[in-house]
């Protein structure tokens, strides 16, 4: 596609079910990123992909969140019994090999949790 | 770790000029970038340094230091549509991923 896609743009989810957020990056970069914004923020790291491979995981706050992307193109982030305090704008990154200083972002997927 | 420090305001008037630093702390360096994100939208990059000096694109320039850990985006000819936040972000430990400071809200009036 012509740039970082995400889906749903929003979602309001009840405390305790679980959620899957969806990235298609720009085709052709092999580099995925998931990020997590709180307003007033910063983008905070959650996980990395190469191609397949979950190369860093560092950023995923405990083992409710998880992310694969299996066949090297779209990911999944999800979030397992979600809690009022993973209320937030979580955003897909994507990159070119050896460009991942430039990091193309998505539109993000809001995130509410009530 | 690592830290970024950024000022979390400036204000400008349009046409002028405004300079937003950057400090950082880490261990392996592999460069700075800038980001800057509109209200409601999503970080678009700026500009990237990986050595020192003065890297120039139309009228925005960015500058290294590795020697102080010291960077700062410069943006000339302020427009009202320059109103946003910029980000600096360096590479983390792990070399995978962008860490990114906690912005710099910039206000251009008239």
């Known amino acids: 596609g012509a740039g970082v896609s995400q889906s749903p743009r929003y979602k309001v989810t009840k405390r305790g079910q679980d959620v899957a957020l969806r990235c298609d990056p720009i085709s052709g970069h092999v580099s995925l990123y998931w990020y997590r914004q709180a307003l007033g923020q910063g983008p905070e790291f959650l996980t990395y992909?190469?191609?397949?491979?979950?190369?860093?995981k560092s950023g995923l706050p405990n083992d409710r969140f998880s992310a694969e992307r299996p066949e090297g193109s779209i990911s999944t982030l999800t979030i397992q019994r979600t809690e009022q305090r993973d209320s937030a704008m979580y955003r897909c990154?994507?990159?070119?090999?050896?460009?991942?200083?430039?990091?193309?972002f998505g539109q993000g997927t809001r995130l509410t949790v009530v | 770790g690592q830290s970024l420090e950024q000022p979390s305001e400036v204000t400008a008037v349009e046409g002028a000029i405004v300079q937003i630093n950057c400090t950082y702390q880490?261990?392996?360096?592999?460069?700075l970038s800038w980001y800057q994100q509109h209200d409601g939208g999503a970080p678009t990059f700026l500009s990237y340094?990986?050595?020192?000096g003065l890297e120039e694109t139309g009228r925005f320039s960015s500058f290294l230091s590795r020697s102080d850990s010291y960077g700062y985006l410069l943006l000339q000819e302020l427009q009202m549509k320059d109103s946003a936040s910029y980000f600096c972000?360096?590479?983390?430990?792990?070399?995978?991923?962008?860490?990114f400071g906690k912005g710099t809200s910039l206000l251009v009036t008239p």
């Open positions: 340094n990986a050595l020192d």
């Open positions: 880490t261990s392996g360096f592999y460069g």
């Open positions: 990154a994507s990159s070119l090999p050896g460009h991942d200083t430039e990091a193309f």
């Open positions: 992909f190469n191609y397949e491979a979950q190369q860093d």
């Open positions: 972000a360096v590479k983390s430990n792990s070399g995978y991923a962008l860490n």
